[in-house]
T-cell receptor, first 113, second 114 residues
Framework: DTEVTQTPKHLVMGMTNKKSLKCEQH?????MYWYKQKAKKPPELMFVYSYEKLSINESVPSRFSPECPNSSLLNLHLHALQPEDSALYLC????????????FGPGTRLTVT | DQQVKQNSPSLSVQEGRISILNCDYT??????FLWYKKYPAEGPTFLIS?????DKNEDGRFTVFLNKSAKHLSLHIVPSQPGDSAVYFC?????????????FGTGTRLKVLA
């Protein structure tokens, strides 16, 4: 089973709203990621959690706030977003050593109005 | 600085023929490489990977070749099928850094013609 699930599939929010994206995996993977992807562009890394600790923050604005409540769950809290934040948000996970295959969820299509 | 490059934005191939997708990288610390297939509005699907200790890895119709001296890898799909039409991304990681960070190329859109 190489499934990473993400909810919701689609989200429309206003610039003053607070919302959260959720990601879950039950493969025992110890590294989890948030990526942002715009049309015709590669996935752009935002955050990495390794063993439930934030290990990489790619200088992401504070209106994006990640959270890793446990080894299976990853959240991305959104607040006061801008229209240019509209994108496909992808979650991924990696088993860690020695395997490094990274598996992606289906993504959340976010539209900020 | 684009550390992973896919210089062909698109490629068209006849069904049944070989598709060859190319990827170049600049960082000699990269030691693990992956290929993904992506349909619109979906997450990338992992296809195949290769470690820098190998120069070839095969899985069914997919073969990845790695040329470390040229810092080049390629994905061969044989035979190509219409369902292979998608955007293909290569990605690279420096496992020795322990950061679990993956750098993606810009993607190549493959169209397999029936």
């Amino acid at each position: 089973d190489t499934e990473v699930t993400q909810t919701p599939k689609h989200l429309v929010m206003g610039m003053t709203n607070k919302k959260s994206l959720k990601c879950e995996q039950h493969m025992g993977h110890r590294a989890m990621y948030w990526y942002k992807q715009k049309a015709k562009k590669p996935p752009e890394l935002m955050f990495v959690y390794s063993y439930e600790k934030l290990s990489i923050n790619e200088s992401v604005p504070s209106r994006f706030s990640p959270e890793c409540p446990n080894s299976s769950l990853l959240n991305l809290h959104l607040h006061a977003l801008q229209p240019e934040d509209s994108a496909l948000y992808l979650c991924a996970s990696t088993p860690g050593r020695p395997l490094y295959e990274q598996y992606f969820g289906p993504g959340t299509r976010l539209t900020v109005t | 600085d684009q550390q992973v490059k896919q210089n062909s934005p698109s490629l068209s191939v006849q069904e049944g023929r070989i598709s060859i997708l190319n990827c170049d990288y600049t960082n000699s610390m990269f030691d693990y490489f992956l290929w993904y297939k992506k349909y619109p509005a979906e997450g990338p699907t992992f296809l195949i990977s290769i470690s820098s200790i190998k120069d070839k890895n095969e899985d069914g119709r997919f073969t990845v070749f790695l040329n470390k001296s040229a810092k080049h890898l390629s994905l061969h799909i044989v035979p190509s099928q219409p369902g292979d039409s998608a955007v293909y991304f290569c990605a690279a990681s420096a496992r020795g850094s322990g950061t679990y960070k993956y750098i993606f190329g810009t993607g190549t859109r493959l169209k397999v013609l029936a």
